[in-house]
T-cell receptor, first 117, second 114 residues
Framework: AQKVTQAQTEISVVEKEDVTLDCVYE???????LFWYKQPPSGELVFLIR??????QNEISGRYSWNFQKSTSSFNFTITASQVVDSAVYFC??????????????FGTGTKLQVIP | DTAVSQTPKYLVTQMGNDKSIKCEQN?????MYWYKQDSKKFLKIMFS???????INETVPNRFSPKSPDKAHLNLHINSLELGDSAVYFC?????????????FGPGTRLLVL
C-alpha cells in the first residue's frame, strides 16, 4: 500500500530564513512519481514539481530545491530565503507508474508554512 | 486567457439532487483530472482522462461520473448528492513530455450540500 507522510503540520519561519518541508513515502513499486503542490491562502492549487523514481538528481528552481533520496524514501522540499508569498499549505504526493487501466495517487496531509515578515 | 476554467465557482444544493460541474482547458493538453479537497483539506484524486480515455479511477462512489465530450472538456456529474460530497472540486490538465511535467489547475468549485 502507498503512504505519504508529512509529519510537519505547521511551520513558522521569519522572512529570509531557509525552511525544509519533509515528505516520506512508502511504496512497493519500483517505478513511481513524486510531486509537490502549493496551496496559498487564496485556495488555488499550484503544481510545483514531478520527480521520477529513477531520477535521484536534485532539482533547483530559483529559491526552491528538492532533495530526493530513495535510501530514506524521502522527497524533501527546501525554500531558500523564504518570503511572505511562500506562505501556503504544501502537499507532497506519490503516484504509481501507469500500468494500464488504473493508477493510484496518494497525497500527504500537507504542511502549512507561515512566513512572518 | 484562462487556462483551466470551471463552472460554477460555487454550488449550493439540497441532498438528493443531481448536479454537474464543468471544466474546460484551452491548453491543448491530452490529460485532465478531477480532484476533491474535503473540509479538512485532504486532497484526493478522483478521475483522470487521457485523450478521452479513463486512466485513473479512484474508489469514488459510482454516483460520480466523469464525462469528456472532447479532450478540452472534462465534466463531473454527481447523482443523489449527499452531505459528505460537500468539498472543493478542482479540475486540472496535464502536459507531459519525457521527464517533464506541468499541471494547471482550475480555480475550484465549492460545493455545499444541505
Amino acid at each position: 500500500a502507498q503512504k505519504v507522510t508529512q509529519a510537519q503540520t505547521e511551520i513558522s519561519v521569519v522572512e529570509k530564513e531557509d525552511v525544509t518541508l519533509d515528505c516520506v513515502y512508502e511504496t512497493r513499486d519500483t517505478t513511481y512519481y513524486l510531486f509537490w503542490y502549493k496551496q496559498p491562502p487564496s485556495g488555488e492549487l499550484v503544481f510545483l514539481i514531478r520527480r521520477n523514481s529513477f531520477d535521484e538528481q536534485n532539482e533547483i528552481s530559483g529559491r526552491y530545491s528538492w532533495n530526493f533520496q530513495k535510501s530514506t524514501s524521502s522527497f524533501n522540499f527546501t525554500i531558500t530565503a523564504s518570503q511572505v508569498v511562500d506562505s501556503a499549505v504544501y502537499f507532497c504526493a506519490l503516484s504509481e507508474a501507469y500500468s494500464g487501466g488504473y493508477q493510484k495517487v496518494t497525497f500527504g496531509t500537507g504542511t502549512k508554512l507561515q512566513v512572518i515578515p | 486567457d484562462t487556462a483551466v476554467s470551471q463552472t460554477p465557482k460555487y454550488l449550493v444544493t439540497q441532498m438528493g439532487n443531481d448536479k454537474s460541474i464543468k471544466c474546460e482547458q484551452n491548453l491543448g493538453h491530452d490529460t485532465m483530472y478531477w480532484y476533491k479537497q474535503d473540509s479538512k483539506k485532504f486532497l484526493k484524486i478522483m478521475f483522470s482522462y487521457n485523450n478521452k480515455e479513463l486512466i485513473i479511477n479512484e474508489t469514488v462512489p459510482n454516483r460520480f461520473s466523469p464525462k469528456s465530450p472532447d479532450k478540452a472538456h472534462l465534466n463531473l456529474h454527481i447523482n443523489s448528492l449527499e452531505l459528505g460530497d460537500s468539498a472543493v472540486y478542482f479540475c486540472a490538465s496535464r502536459y507531459r513530455q519525457g521527464t517533464e511535467e506541468t499541471q494547471y489547475f482550475g480555480p475550484g468549485t465549492r460545493l455545499l450540500v444541505l
